[in-house]
């Protein structure tokens, strides 16, 4: 069974420097499977990252090494880190990008990478993706025990997460992301929203909306139709029926959210 | 020989939805080899979708499994089906998706997905490409008979594709597809165009603009000329030789393309 | 080993043409491992894919197969060439693709393809990347060798890359590259500024600005402050810690940048 490396990068579409992070990856390891996660991350965006990573990661086999590289730190004392945590296996630099992961799950395994054998021989001050990250993400597809990159911690950096305040006939939460078709994910539960007696007389507050009804999808609406529901991955989303409601509301991340009941 | 699996969605660039998907089906066959086609197909636009499906998918090897997520009415009553279509096999929403391939050659079997314990055990309102397409795409890819995931139908949603019209002396038709150069691809085939005894008299009329002649390639003409010539999928195009012609001329998909001799 | 075959071309996001070489390549060789290095070079932009395969390419394993499609020429008189380049393998047209990476390391082999039994039985005017470039790629990545593609021939078709001007106390060169971080990327080698004693009191001019000092690595200056530094490729760039520098200097390529000292 071939190992699989994915790749979360801020580096932008047809950048030299995935290409040269696969090339070494592959010169270690070439019957590696890669998987690009998202190059598109805005740049030094940290936060984004780390929700991107929190979304997109869990769903691979267990035992997948996925690296991380989005790094304003780099040739600075920041750190860089091997990660377990649930069933996933994570490389990257210690600056709050696995901090959303480590959030739900605690990581069972943290280690700075010290040991400088397993790296490029020589190491540049701007690229640690490629020089540190990239070889030592080959290694641990061959099989290396992570125990050989360096000392174990005990704790990440973490960043400041916001949970939604929960009251008994309302929850304010905020948006935290906005997919592809412009929906506005924000951080408000499925499980949050249990309290719920009936969905259809519920209403969501955004931008000055008022929506009324939490809907089961999207096809429940007449097209350009502003609406809720929780989305795939459990979090209460606002979306436009057939549109986008990122563009319809301005939404952005950090919008406030309020569900009433 | 490892079975190939092609993704082709309206997700967006780096989104954790198509992650989610690689997850799932990596999860239930590593070995599987996954080849992106597009994300970047309109939000929702199933036509787009449609042209793109019947371009790009065609040259893969025989068995090849294609997996094509633009769902407007997911968590609808809208069926999601397995096609044999040529030599390929396609899994998608049954919204037109699969019409344009259809056109061309009558699918030899169509598969209703029915059958939910080939599925994720839970299935949300909102993603079924994650939910049933990917680990369905997945346990074909491992062998699995298509007749274990539901009936069989005879027939496929259709989508109006209008035909050029094709006269003694002349043949109306319309701009399709807009390619990355900005060449404008048109529904008139190389095969219509056989009347034509002169290709250097023809004229193609397009958005108030006539060009004279039908070129063979590109650099047959100056830089900055407009040009029309037959491209590589056998259809009729408009171009500028190193430029856009979807810039020069506004084009865009429906504007009317008018061939006389 | 499977072998590896990259891709690189100007055909932008999702296109079919790109989904059509994929397919071609695996069904001569099912096994091979394709890698996209990148689609999103401007449209016949031949000096911006040749300094890309010059950054990217070299960090691949020996004998990797590189294919480059950005071929304005296509269907006219101009070549396409196999190279072998330092230890890796390029398939383009001679168009000056390769000229980049032939100006820094002299090609050992170079082959005019002209052999059509190995091209796909009927090849088009327009789209040689599939119907030559492809099937041939296929070929070599199953071990066939070079030599039956066609004559060897002694030179590429070279572009004009002019060099820095280096003077006692001074170089002059100029920005050749911007990355997805808006970083300017230049044509000054590090091994240029080793004649600079002390290089916190170099100043660097570009666009009217001048940046007192070359740093180690962009988090020594506080955010928003313009730097230069040797990046991760060696060569002197121009950056904004956590910005853009591309977008404070309106800087881009061709732009001149002096080093005194």
Redesign the interface.
Known sequence: ??Q?V?LTT????????L??????I??IN??V???D?????A??NIRQGAL?LA???????AG?IHVAVID?????E?RIVYAHIGDQQYLAPDNGLLSRLAAKTRPSRIIVLENAEHWLPSV????HG??IMAPVAAQLSLGMEPDRLGPSISGLVELDWTAPQVERNRIVGEVVWI????NLITDITSAMLVAIADRSRATTEIAGETIRGID?????RVARTLMA?V???GYLEVAVA?G?AAARLSGKSGTQVTVRW
């Open positions: 069974m071939p699989i994915t801020d580096f932008g579409l047809g950048s030299p420097y290409a040269a992070m696969k090339g070494v592959l010169s070439p019957a499977r890669l998987v996660i998202a190059h598109t991350v740049p030094q991107l979304e997109a990661t869990t769903w691979f086999p997948t304003p730190g780099v040739g600075t920041r540049s001050n701007t690229f490629r020089d997919d592809g078709f412009g089961r999808t999207y096809g429940e529901l989305g795939s991955s057939d986008s």
